[in-house]
């Protein structure tokens, strides 16, 4: 039984890319079918003033209606009349998105190096706040308008970068001279990044104006812009120039991975360890590096979540962090293949929030539909990274001497 199980594991870990698509959109239609039915058995204990009927016993929910609104809802409808690119759905979708792929992408980055980071959420709130108390400090001697906004929106990206990638460095540093472990690390100093987060605004940098835990806004040319025509109105929170820089740095990271000495230490530090060490990677220094990279992707999805979203630092940050590990999963930790998966987790969070407003489902029944989809498409490439980490399972040989991006 265990040589059929990891045989099966071994023909996952050395699937194509065409194959692995095939797998993944095979376990999404497993998913409807089965999120379907389970919507529509809930439905006949639910109470309703009309639905289907069948053998005396009434069913409320339509399992079509739900993926109507959980698919079509997160694009706006665009099969109905009036629809328009630049809508409230669509632009929700994108946002959430491009948010998930600056964190999916901080989460490949370390699982590429053979490093488990967990602490993306906190790398985030750092990199975050790090953000919002630079631009309004340097917005002081900054003027406003397009000079302005030149200035204080890469410096914010900047700080986010620096701040997540100093909360990145230290567990990597406690790993790499101390032989923690990073898993450990991670989860706990996410707690810690919370607690001091919101020490020092309640310390300093609370908005005086307001009860609500935040620091002050930044001012409006110090947020991301957009594009003018063909950009969405600034009261939607998303910028397709936001959008355009996760697109950029998914290409760049996957250029490194696959065409740099240093991306090519990272993958082989994480794919065999002990040939890198024959090989002459200092180990000690790649795995602080990696984290320290990882650590600034995070800060950096902290920084647009600030500059894109919201306009300043809010106590209250979502579990962007946590879900960018499910992202990465999902993508394979190929960092082309964030895109994609961050795009689903946009839809299906966008698309919730559809079917919450247009059918009687109830949210609970919304997260677990949502959960199964994700769940049935990414159970395949977690397979696969457990074949790749832990089994004695290798993909094939790569092409070239100098090795290629994760296929």
Not at 140 to 153: H, K, Q, S
Not at 316 to 330: E, K, Q, R
């Amino acid at each position: 039984m265990r040589d059929r199980i990891e045989g099966l594991i071994g023909r996952l870990v050395r699937a194509s890319i065409v194959e692995r698509v095939a797998i993944a959109a095979a376990a999404l239609v497993a998913a409807v079918v089965v999120g379907g039915v389970l919507v529509f058995v809930s439905g006949g204990f639910a109470s309703c003033a009309s639905g289907l009927d069948l053998a005396g016993w009434t069913f409320c929910y339509n399992p079509m209606q739900v993926y109507y609104e959980l698919f079509l809802g997160a694009l706006g409808h665009p099969l109905e009349g009036g629809w328009h690119v630049h809508n409230f759905s669509l632009a929700t979708t994108l946002r959430e998105t491009t948010l998930l792929a600056f964190a999916g992408l901080s989460v490949a980055v370390a699982f590429r190096a053979g490093l488990f980071n967990i602490g993306t959420q906190g790398q985030l709130v750092v990199g975050g706040l790090l953000t919002a108390v630079t631009v309004l400090f340097a917005a002081r001697f900054v003027p406003g308008g397009a000079v302005g906004t030149l200035v204080l929106v890469p410096l914010g990206v900047l700080a986010g970068a620096v701040g997540g990638g100093f909360y990145g460095a230290i567990p990597g540093a406690l790993k790499a001279y101390g032989g923690a472990n990073e898993v450990i690390t991670t989860i706990m100093l996410n707690f810690v990044a919370v607690g001091v987060t919101s020490t020092l605004l309640s310390w300093r940098f609370q908005d005086p104006e307001s009860a609500n835990p935040q620091t002050r806004a930044v001012p409006e040319y110090a947020e991301i812009p957009t594009i003018p025509v063909i950009g969405y109105s600034p009261r939607l929170d998303f910028s397709l120039l936001a959008l355009g820089f996760a697109v950029a740095l998914m290409v760049g990271l996957a250029w490194m991975l696959a065409r740099t000495s240093f991306g090519y230490e990272l993958r082989v530090s994480g794919v065999q360890p002990e040939a890198a060490r024959y090989g002459g990677v200092a180990e000690k220094r790649m795995t602080v590096a990696s984290m320290t990279l990882s650590g600034a992707l995070g800060g950096i999805a902290g920084a647009f979540w600030v500059l894109m979203q919201h306009g300043r630092w809010l106590e209250n940050v979502p579990s962007l962090g946590f879900d960018g590990i499910a992202v990465s999963i999902l993508a394979g930790n190929n960092p082309l293949g964030v895109g994609a998966a961050a795009f689903l987790f946009g839809v299906l969070s966008s698309g919730g929030r559809s079917i919450n407003t247009a059918t009687d489902v109830p949210p609970e029944l919304v997260g677990v539909v949502s959960g199964l989809i994700i769940l049935f498409v990414a159970m395949p490439e977690f397979f696969r990274m457990i074949g790749r980490q832990f089994l004695d399972v290798d993909e094939k040989p790569a092409r070239g001497t100098g090795g290629g991006a994760d296929e």
